[in-house]
């Protein structure tokens, strides 16, 4: 098998993809705190947040956009597959991290952590969208004929 730089890219994402629903999901649940009364530990929350959003979200949605690039004029099926499964990722995380957010104390709801997965819920479904696409794009992609004599 003969995966290109775009598959590599839309591996590199989809490991992103999962690091940032892990984190996400681990974030939210250090919020929520043993007995459900929150952290013992004095945090700043919205810091943490756009931290972590830096570190994994971000280049998940940018080397899925960088894979998108590079591929979508003949498409890539094996980088297709992958951006479809870490947008998934993305998408069933955030529906996890919602059911989440009504457990976490009010004072910690600050910033972006109570619309982080509302915002990363559509991203998710557009890195699917991708995904699509250059799994459609090289289904559609001629196959052209290295049989000399059809050049006549």
Known sequence: MNLKLE???SLASLGLAAMFVVL?????NFLIGPEGMGPERVVEPGSLLLQLI???AA???ILAGTAFV???SYGSPIGGALLIAAGVMIVAGMVIGVTMLPKIPSQY???AVGVAPFIFMPAGAGVTGIGGYMLAASKRRRIHSRDLDDLR
């Not at 996400?24 to 939210?28: A, G, I």
């Open 109 to 111: 709801i600050v910033g």
């Open 7 to 9: 598959d590599w890219t």
């Open 59 to 61: 280049p998940c949605l």
């Open 54 to 56: 830096f570190i994994s």
């Open 24 to 28: 996400l999901l681990s974030f939210y």
């Open 70 to 72: 590079m591929a979508k």
